[in-house]
C-alpha cells in the first residue's frame, strides 16, 4: 500500500527545474518534499523562504547526510553523472522508486539502472515535464491510434524571432540582422533550398546543443526511435511547415529512415506563438477527406496530405513531475525497458593530444574539441568493453592517454579518470 504523503527527495534542489517542482508539490496533498539534496545548502534555505515554507523539507548538503529509510521516491535532478548515478543507484538498492530527471545519467547509465530497478521491484522512469518523457508519452498515443511515424523531436530551447521591419533576429537575447530572411520565409517548392537558404542566414547563431542530443538520446533508448544523421537536420522551421519538412526525401523532406529522431529551429515572427521548446511527431495521412477535415480544423497537414505534425508546443518541467511520481508509486510502466538502439558518442571535431582534459561546460554542455554524436549501437560496440565508444558524458573530468584524429570517435579505453561504477553501468547498458 502507497504510503500517504508519500515522501520525496529531490536532488539538484537548487536548481531551476527544483523551484517548478517544489512550487508545484504546495498544491498537492497526496506527496509532501522531505530532503532537499544540494551542495548549496543557504541556497535550499533561501528557496524554501522564497516559496513560503516547506512544512516537511530539509535541505541535505550531500549524500552522506540522506536518510534513506525516510524516502519513497528519489527525484533525481542533479545534472552531474557521477553523483547522480551513486544517489539514483543506492536509492534503488534500498528499495526506492527513483524519478530520473538528469538527462545525462539517463543517456550514459539509464539502461543498468532500469534493469537494477526491476530486479529490486521498485519503479524506475524519466520524468514527466521535461522533453523525453513527453515525447514518449506522445509517440505513444500516436502510435496506438494506429498512425505510422516518419520522424520525432522538438524543437531547440531557444525560438529563432525575426521582425521583418527591421530585419532583426532575436535568439534570447542575441541579435544579429538577418534581413535576407523576408526573402525566405515560406518554403519554396524545393524545400531544401529554402532549407539552405535560412541556415546561412542564421549561421553565426548558435542553435545545436549537446543537451539536445543527450534528450533525443534518451527518447531512444525507450522508443527504438533512430537518428537519420548523427548530428540531426536542425533545419530552421515554422511550425506549420514541420509535416513538408519531415517528410521522406524521395517526398521533398529530410527524411531517409522512418522514426527519426531530430530537432528543429523554431523560426517565428514577433507575436507569434511560440513552440515554447514542445514536441511533435510525423505521420502519414490515410483517407484524403479525414484529412481534408482536420486541416480545415487547423491541423498541420503537408502541402501534398500525405503527412501530418502532430505536436505538443510545451514542455512544463516540475510542474508535470508529479505525474511520474504518481507513476511510480503505483506501479505503473507506461514505457518499454530501456535499450540502447543507439548511443550519444563523442567524436573529434579537431586533432586532440594525449594529455588533454575534458570538461562539459555551460548550458549547452560542450566540450571542447569534441561534439556529440547520436550512434547506431552497433557502431559504438566493439570486442572488448575498453574500446566501446565512450558516452558523450564519462568524458567529464576525463584525460585522454593517446592522439585523436579529427573524426574519431573516443573510445573508452582512450580515458583515464572516468569512474569505474559509471563506466561499468554504461557498459553494462550496451552489452545488454
Known amino acids: 500500500m502507497t504510503r500517504t504523503p508519500v515522501r520525496v527527495a529531490l536532488t539538484g534542489a537548487r536548481g531551476g527545474f527544483g523551484r517548478t517542482f517544489l512550487a508545484q508539490l504546495r498544491s498537492i496533498d497526496r506527496m509532501t518534499a522531505t530532503q532537499l539534496i544540494d551542495p548549496d545548502v543557504d541556497g535550499v534555505r533561501t528557496l524554501i523562504a522564497d516559496l513560503g515554507g516547506l512544512p516537511d523539507a530539509e535541505p541535505i548538503p550531500g549524500h552522506d547526510d540522506v536518510r534513506w529509510d525516510e524516502i519513497d521516491v528519489l527525484v533525481e535532478a542533479s545534472g552531474r553523472v557521477e553523483a547522480g548515478y551513486r544517489y539514483a543507484a543506492e536509492a534503488i538498492s534500498r528499495g526506492i522508486h527513483v524519478v530520473m530527471v538528469s538527462k545525462e545519467i539517463e543517456s550514459v547509465a539509464g539502461v543498468s539502472l532500469a534493469k537494477a530497478a526491476r530486479e529490486r521491484g521498485v519503479g524506475y522512469l524519466p520524468g514527466d515535464g521535461d522533453q523525453p518523457a513527453n515525447l514518449l508519452r506522445l509517440l505513444d498515443w500516436v502510435e496506438k491510434v494506429g498512425l505510422h511515424v516518419v520522424a520525432l523531436g522538438k524543437s531547440g530551447e531557444y525560438?529563432?524571432?525575426?521582425?521583418?521591419?527591421?530585419?532583426?533576429?532575436?535568439?534570447?537575447?542575441?541579435?544579429?540582422?538577418?534581413?535576407?530572411?523576408?526573402?525566405?520565409?515560406?518554403?519554396?517548392?524545393?524545400?531544401?533550398?529554402?532549407?539552405?537558404?535560412?541556415?546561412?542566414?542564421?549561421?553565426?547563431?548558435?542553435?545545436?546543443?549537446?543537451?539536445?542530443?543527450?534528450?533525443?538520446?534518451?527518447?531512444?533508448?525507450?522508443?527504438?526511435?533512430?537518428?537519420?544523421?548523427?548530428?540531426?537536420?536542425?533545419?530552421?522551421?515554422?511550425?506549420?511547415?514541420?509535416?513538408?519538412?519531415?517528410?521522406?526525401?524521395?517526398?521533398?523532406?529530410?527524411?531517409?529512415?522512418?522514426?527519426?529522431?531530430?530537432?528543429?529551429?523554431?523560426?517565428?515572427l514577433p507575436g507569434e506563438t511560440s513552440f515554447a521548446g514542445g514536441v511533435f511527431t510525423i505521420v502519414t495521412t490515410g483517407d484524403d477527406e479525414v484529412w481534408d477535415l482536420l486541416a480545415g480544423k487547423g491541423h498541420i497537414v503537408s502541402r501534398s496530405g500525405e503527412y501530418a505534425c502532430i505536436y505538443w508546443p510545451y514542455h512544463f518541467m516540475g510542474v508535470e513531475t508529479p505525474l511520474t511520481i504518481d507513476a511510480?508509486?503505483?506501479?505503473?510502466?507506461?514505457?518499454?525497458?530501456?535499450?540502447?538502439?543507439?548511443?550519444?558518442?563523442?567524436?573529434?571535431?579537431?586533432?586532440?593530444?594525449?594529455?588533454?582534459?575534458?570538461?562539459?561546460?555551460?548550458?549547452?554542455?560542450?566540450?571542447?574539441?569534441?561534439?556529440?554524436?547520436?550512434?547506431?549501437?552497433?557502431?559504438?560496440?566493439?570486442?572488448?568493453?575498453?574500446?566501446?565508444?565512450?558516452?558523450?558524458?564519462?568524458?567529464?573530468?576525463?584525460?585522454?592517454?593517446?592522439?585523436?584524429?579529427?573524426?574519431?570517435?573516443?573510445?573508452?579505453?582512450?580515458?583515464?579518470?572516468?569512474?569505474?561504477?559509471?563506466?561499468?553501468?554504461?557498459?553494462?547498458g550496451v552489452r545488454l
Open 159 to 268: 525560438d529563432l524571432v525575426f521582425d521583418p521591419a527591421t530585419g532583426i533576429l532575436d535568439q534570447q537575447g542575441e541579435r544579429i540582422d538577418a534581413s535576407g530572411l523576408g526573402d525566405h520565409l515560406f518554403l519554396a517548392d524545393d524545400i531544401h533550398e529554402t532549407l539552405a537558404a535560412r541556415a546561412a542566414i542564421v549561421a553565426p547563431l548558435k542553435r545545436a546543443a549537446a543537451a539536445d542530443s543527450c534528450e533525443m538520446a534518451v527518447v531512444s533508448l525507450y522508443s527504438g526511435a533512430t537518428a537519420d544523421t548523427e548530428r540531426m537536420h536542425y533545419p530552421v522551421a515554422r511550425p506549420s511547415e514541420l509535416a513538408d519538412i519531415y517528410a521522406r526525401r524521395a517526398d521533398g523532406g529530410l527524411i531517409d529512415t522512418d522514426r527519426a529522431i531530430d530537432v528543429f529551429s523554431a523560426l517565428r
Open 328 to 428: 511510480v508509486t503505483s506501479g505503473a510502466t507506461p514505457f518499454a525497458e530501456p535499450r540502447h538502439h543507439t548511443v550519444l558518442a563523442a567524436r573529434a571535431s579537431e586533432a586532440l593530444a594525449a594529455g588533454t582534459t575534458f570538461e562539459v561546460r555551460g548550458h549547452h554542455h560542450e566540450i571542447d574539441g569534441v561534439r556529440p554524436v547520436i550512434i547506431d549501437r552497433a557502431d559504438a560496440l566493439s570486442d572488448t568493453d575498453d574500446a566501446l565508444a565512450a558516452a558523450y558524458y564519462l568524458l567529464s573530468g576525463a584525460r585522454l592517454v593517446r592522439e585523436v584524429a579529427e573524426g574519431e570517435l573516443i573510445r573508452i579505453s582512450d580515458l583515464e579518470g572516468v569512474a569505474d561504477d559509471v563506466s561499468a553501468a554504461f557498459v553494462e
